[in-house]
């Protein structure tokens, strides 16, 4: 079984800004975006149609990152 380090406490990622450069928020699954129920779905099942179909296969949680300075969002890959 393999877990995300992010979503699971075990690690924290600092991320800047491609535009200005600001420190990125970790604002979790993108999946957790796609509805109100998909915090609760399969994690395996939601890789299936969150857009990024290799994320499954390459073992990779797609995580939003969030610059509270400019409103920049970065998609980030992490390995599971």
Do not use: V, W
Not at 10 to 35: H, I, Q, S
Not at 49 to 74: K, M, V, W
């Amino acid at each position: 079984m393999n877990i995300c380090p992010l979503c699971n406490g075990f690690r924290e990622l600092l991320l800047y800004c491609e535009n200005c450069g600001g420190k990125l928020e970790d604002k979790g699954k993108m999946m957790d975006y796609f509805g109100a129920y998909s915090p609760y779905m399969e994690i395996d099942l939601m890789k299936r149609i969150d857009g990024y179909p290799s994320t499954l296969s390459r073992h990779e949680c797609a995580h939003l990152f969030y610059c509270l300075h400019c409103g920049n969002e970065q998609t980030q890959f992490i390995k599971e």
